[in-house]
Structures are given as structure tokens and as C-alpha cells.
């Protein structure tokens, strides 16, 4: 070869370079917030400030951190605009991930309970939580076809994070669960990758965490409202007697809300979505799941410090059926409503390192406080999701409005 055709080669090279990264870069989706406003711009408005008067005292952040330890972490995956071209976008998806104890305590796992209000969805390792009464990792919540993704992550996320067992053992059956954003999102494009897992992982952390278009919630639809993730939380006191001095305990509600028709809303009782009408999905749809029927889907995690066992815990898990309820929705065949419970008391009770452990836990008879709490703080944190949240414009340049403030306060005022 002489130089001039070597010339010639390296630029064809450099050029079919420069082409393949420019490819790559505008099909790799970017980690950021909703390009509606840039974040600083975009003032934290939740429920309670537009005058929606809930029941019930919550903790201090109003959050499912409010429990000491667990942390919260978001990968946020929003690119292209326009017509849908599968697997290049647009793209509207995410990953949340959940840790009960903090990245401190990877391998002290909790006591926990599942409960399935209707089982068209997916969380996967349920049965072991069933089976052992302990949830034994993270909780990760994306969208539907990125479950398999995710739950290999975790995986791998855990064995360079965590430990082995005292056997030396290495296995893991992890929990993950999803809701559907096909609408907004390319969800057959697969753009979640194990990297957008182990960011929300490794960036997990206590305090306040956002909500609404953020994480798995990202491309959800809650009562044709831009819906997503919402959370909340209520400070709750158990009394052994009338006389006795109370015990104070924090039960949280974190939910992925992608589900409701616009007319079923009830917010504080008041019928919201009579009162806005509107549409998202088309009765002429090409798709046959939204022929004007309830549809979607509701992730919802339930943590509290109170010492319970497995099956009060199972318990609790239910009581998210009846907050759900009271914001309208009927939880219909189309809806995987799916309920996890953990409890960050007694630590170290999974340890094998002696035969027997002392624990703590709290009689049936004392449980109905920690009942309220959760549906309480379910109905918060629904009411939250939507308000918390921006309008969204994604795949086929579907559009979901946000719920206007302005008319929620007028009707929250009307009301009194």
C-alpha cells in the first residue's frame, strides 16, 4: 500500500469514526430531569400547599425516608422526541431503586410481607419474601420490559457490593417490580442498562427525595394526569392502656402511581376529575388495553420502624389496597397492583451466628394505628405524585398534562 491510499484509508476510518459516535450519541438516552424547565427553575409544590386537607400527622419530611436508614436513588432516561422509532426513542423510562437499611447495613436483611391487590404485573422475588418472612436486598422499580435487566444488575450490583454468606455461598433473589410507560416511552427500545441500575443504586441516600417524573416514574400516567412517584409518610403512636405513655413509630409510603381514569379521582373526598375533565387515551386506540376500561398499574412500598413480623407486615402491605381506594381507583383487570411491607426494627435477626435471637414485635390488638398510617399516607402520597410533577410530551408526540394547581386549590376551597 503506498502513502497516498494509506492517506485515503485513514480518513475513511476517521470519518465512519466520527459517524458512529455521533449515531451513538444521539441514540444513547441522557440522564436528566424532564426537559420541561431546568430543575432549579421548577419550585417543589406538593399537595398540602394547595390546601388539600389529609388526615393524619406526618413525619418530618413527609417521606418514606422518614424512616431511619432507608435510602432512595433515581436514574432518570429522557431523550428524542417525536415519531417512535423503536430502540432509538423517544425515550421516557428510568429505574428507582429503594435500600430498607442503607448502603451501611447491604446484608442485614429485614422483616417483610407481599400482598398482590390484582396480579396482572410483575415483582419478582416475592416468593422467597412469602417463603422466609425476610426481604433480603434492594427494591428496584422500572418499567415493564426492563424487569430481567434490572433484577441481572442487582445481582451483579450486590455481589461486588455486598458479602457472601457464612458458607460462602453467593445467590440472590432479588426484588423488582414495574408499571407500564409504553405511551410515552419506546418501552420495546430497552433503554435501561445495568449502568442506569447501579447509578440509582450507588446514589441511593436518606432525606428528601424528588418526586413525579423522576426514576421508574418517569413515563407513568396516573388518572390521565402526568403521574409517576409519589411518597409520604405519618408518625404513628401505639398506647398499651388509656393511662400508658405512648411509643412513637414512623410508617412511609413510597408508589409508583401509573393508573385511574380521569373521571374516577377523588381527592379529600372532592371528585377532581369530574370537575377536569379530560383524555388521554383514545377509545380508537390501536391499543385494545385502553378501550375506555381502568387500566395500568400501582408499585407500592411500605416501610415503618415499628418492630412486626412477616405476617403483620402482610398486614400492613393490604392496608395500601385502601388508600388506593380512596383516591377513586378500582383496581381493574388490566392493573398489577403490587404491595411490599418491610419493617427496620430488630436488626440482625437473619444472622445464623447463634441458634436463637431475642426480637421485638407488637400485638395484633395495637396494629390499628399502624393500619392508618398506611392508608393515610397512601392516599398522600398518590395525591403527591400528580401534584408534584410536570406536563410530558413523549413517544408519537403523545402529550400528558399535569394537574393545574390552580383549579385543584379553587376546588379544595369550594369545598370547605
Given at each position: 500500500m503506498n502513502l497516498r491510499q494509506m492517506r485515503i484509508r485513514t480518513i475513511a476510518v476517521l470519518s465512519l469514526t466520527v459517524l458512529f459516535g455521533l449515531e451513538l450519541s444521539a441514540r444513547e438516552p441522557i440522564k436528566s430531569p424532564p426537559p420541561v424547565k431546568q430543575l432549579a427553575e421548577v419550585k417543589v409544590v406538593r399537595a398540602r400547599d394547595l390546601g388539600v386537607p389529609f388526615d393524619g400527622t406526618p413525619g418530618k419530611l413527609n417521606s418514606i425516608t422518614d424512616v431511619p436508614g432507608v435510602e432512595v436513588g433515581y436514574t432518570t432516561l429522557i431523550s428524542g422526541e417525536g415519531k417512535l422509532e423503536v430502540g432509538k426513542g423517544p425515550v421516557r423510562t428510568g429505574v428507582t431503586a429503594i435500600i430498607p437499611r442503607g448502603h451501611d447495613s447491604l446484608n442485614d436483611p429485614v422483616y417483610a410481607g407481599y400482598f398482590s391487590l390484582n396480579g396482572n404485573g410483575e415483582m419478582t422475588g416475592t416468593a422467597w419474601v412469602d417463603e422466609s418472612g425476610f426481604l433480603e436486598g434492594p427494591i428496584v422499580i422500572t418499567n415493564t420490559h426492563s424487569v430481567g435487566v434490572a433484577r441481572d444488575a442487582v445481582i451483579a450490583w450486590r455481589i461486588k457490593h455486598g458479602a457472601s454468606d457464612t458458607t460462602g455461598y453467593w445467590w440472590s433473589l432479588p426484588v423488582v417490580a414495574e408499571t407500564w410507560d409504553g405511551w410515552l416511552n419506546d418501552i420495546n427500545g430497552f433503554h435501561v442498562k445495568p449502568e442506569d441500575v447501579f447509578h440509582a443504586l450507588d446514589t441511593a441516600h436518606g432525606g428528601v427525595i424528588e418526586e413525579g417524573s423522576v426514576g421508574g416514574g418517569t413515563g407513568m400516567i396516573c388518572y390521565e394526569f402526568k403521574g409517576g412517584n409519589g411518597t409520604a409518610s405519618r408518625q404513628v403512636e401505639i398506647r398499651s392502656s388509656k393511662d400508658a405513655p405512648p411509643r412513637t413509630f414512623v410508617v412511609g409510603v413510597f408508589l409508583q402511581a401509573n393508573f385511574g381514569r380521569r373521571s374516577q379521582l377523588v381527592i379529600a373526598g372532592v371528585p377532581v376529575g369530574k370537575e377536569i375533565p379530560g383524555e388521554v387515551y383514545k377509545s380508537t386506540s390501536a391499543d385494545p388495553s385502553f378501550g375506555g376500561q381502568e387500566s395500568g398499574s400501582c408499585i407500592a412500598v411500605v416501610a415503618t420502624d415499628a418492630p412486626l413480623l412477616p405476617n403483620q407486615l402482610k398486614r400492613l402491605a393490604r392496608r395500601v389496597s385502601l388508600g388506593l381506594a380512596r383516591t377513586g381507583t378500582v383496581s381493574g383487570n388490566g392493573s398489577g397492583d403490587l404491595f411490599i411491607a418491610f419493617s427496620t426494627a430488630?436488626?440482625?435477626?437473619?444472622?445464623?451466628?447463634?441458634?436463637?435471637?431475642?426480637?421485638?414485635?407488637?400485638?395484633?390488638?395495637?396494629?390499628?394505628?399502624l393500619f392508618t398510617g398506611v392508608v393515610e399516607a397512601t392516599e398522600e402520597a398518590v395525591v403527591n405524585a400528580l401534584v408534584d410533577n410536570q406536563s410530558m410530551t413523549g413517544r408519537d408526540n403523545h402529550s400528558v398534562e399535569t394537574l393545574p394547581h390552580d383549579r385543584l386549590r379553587e376546588l379544595m376551597k369550594r369545598s370547605r
Open positions: 430488630n436488626p440482625n435477626v437473619a444472622n445464623p451466628d447463634q441458634v436463637t435471637h431475642t426480637l421485638q414485635t407488637i400485638p395484633n390488638d395495637l396494629m390499628d394505628p
